[in-house]
């Protein structure tokens, strides 16, 4: 079993540093880590520590925190691509069932080394079998914030009463420094009133939250209000389940009043542009009204069945230039409200503000060192670097990424293990999941 933190102390020593604090400062600093936390941001050349880390040629930025994924879907990518929402899900559901831990974990620690080596240090997912993606988590060394899926007993294809497991995975992973658990109800459209509150009531005995889908598509607003003459967010405010710290995936198809209800309820959203692009959801989420609310929002890649990439910078990328285009301004999302939303704002929305998503004194030391000198990155100007994180940074900018201290890529390798392995266990399950025999 690795270490979970190493035991030095770091300083890393002059490299330009993407604070993310509230004046939002690029400085060239040393940054000085012990215990897994920055202790200091100091001026280039002046913080002391047992080690230094040369980050001359380096940026330094927060490990980005990817807000909603299927991480174990890794093995799918490519298996239902080109194809409206219901052929896609007819397509997963019918894999799914062929899941087993073994192409669970596999296939997690497939997608984790790609959000690790893209400089992803935090993720949320949703699905059922999070045992397998805790240990894949534990393995690794990223955090894990894993909800496990709950859904009407008719409609799953888990063993056992989904709410039953989920409380059981709360048991078992609490008190974890990398795995955080959550419950996480699958939709309007496989839950009742009945299963939206036992999932709201074990989040709140186990003081954690609840992570869900919301309103991603119009088929799925409209056959509720044929059902119960409500929306999904008047509807879940109308049963009481909606509650401080909850995070929503998608928000695509909201009314001005499910935005208001939302921001009173402090209830987030995960925004996942590529996803709902790929998808031909049609609508645009109201990113801009939801922050002017005060909703707080992160961005989510969801699975790489449906993105294909576990990529934040993509992520940013697409984001920034939806809402523009879409709401013909081009000062929507500008490049620091991207980064925010991969940071800092990821880091609110999953209730961890005081801990994750910046470089400053008292938080984690969730760092990622991009390579200044990569062309993507050039001119690498202070006032030029956050542009070119939203717009233009390439996957193979990252260098090292450090999660609580400890060094999990170097140099573009996975520390703990060697990619080579988990490529070869990932295809065994990807072997199994398309073509069974
Ligand atoms: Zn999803």
């Not at 939002?24 to 001026?43: N, S």
């Not at 954690?208 to 088929?219: I, V, Y």
């Not at 991009?370 to 956050?386: G, I, K, M, N, Q």
Request: glycine fraction near 10%.
């Amino acid at each position: 079993m690795p270490a979970e933190r190493p035991p030095r102390s770091t300083v890393f020593r002059g490299g330009l540093v993407v604070t993310q604090d509230a004046a939002r400062r690029v400085r060239r600093a040393d940054v000085r880590v012990e215990g897994g936390r920055i202790t200091d941001v100091g001026e280039a050349g002046t913080l002391r520590a047992e080690e230094t880390v040369d980050a001359q040629r380096r940026l330094l930025v927060p490990g980005f925190i990817n807000t909603h994924t299927h991480v174990a879907n890794a093995p799918l990518r490519g298996i239902a691509d080109d194809r409206d929402l219901a052929g896609f899900l007819e397509t997963m559901f019918a894999v799914d069932a062929r899941a087993t831990d073994e192409t669970i974990e596999a296939g997690a620690a497939q997608g984790i080394a790609e959000m690790l080596l893209s400089g992803t240090t935090s993720f949320l997912d949703l699905y059922y079998g999070e045992d397998a993606v805790a240990r894949a988590v534990e393995r690794l060394g990223i955090r894990g914030f894993l909800g496990w899926a709950v859904l009407d007993a008719q409609f799953t294809t888990q063993r056992g009463v989904p709410l039953d497991n989920a409380r059981a995975f709360l048991g078992r992973w609490k008190g974890r420094p990398r795995v955080t658990p959550l419950v996480a109800p699958q939709g309007v459209y496989v839950c009742s009133e009945d299963t939206w509150l036992g999932a709201r009531d074990a989040a709140r005995a186990a003081g954690t939250f609840c992570h869900f889908h919301l309103s991603e598509t119009r088929k799925e607003v409209h056959e509720l209000e044929a059902k119960v003459g409500d929306r999904p967010v008047n509807w879940l405010e109308r049963i009481g389940f909606l509650g401080d710290g909850m995070v929503g995936a998608h928000g695509v198809w909201l009314t001005r009043r499910e935005v208001e209800t939302l921001a009173r309820r402090r209830v987030g959203i995960a925004h996942c542009p590529s996803s709902n692009l790929k998808l031909a959801t049609g609508g645009i989420a109201p990113v801009v009204e939801l922050r002017e609310a005060g909703v707080p929002v992160g961005l989510g890649t969801d699975s790489s069945a449906s993105n294909n990439s576990l990529s934040m910078l993509r992520e940013m990328h697409v984001a920034g230039l939806l809402q523009k285009h879409h709401r013909w301004d081009a000062t929507a999302l500008p490049a620091q409200t991207l980064l925010d939303l991969a940071t800092v704002e990821g880091a609110r929305l999953i209730g961890r503000a005081d801990d994750l998503g910046s470089i400053e004194p008292g938080k984690q030391a969730d760092l990622v060192l991009f390579r200044l000198d990569h062309p993507t990155l050039a001119p690498a100007r202070p006032e030029a670097v956050v542009s070119h994180l939203a717009y233009s940074a390439s996957e193979e900018a990252v260098d090292s990424v450090y999660v609580a201290g400890e060094p999990v890529v170097r140099a573009r390798e996975l520390v703990r293990e060697p990619w080579e392995r988990l490529r070869a266990a990932a295809e065994r399950a990807a072997d199994h999941l398309w073509a069974p025999r």
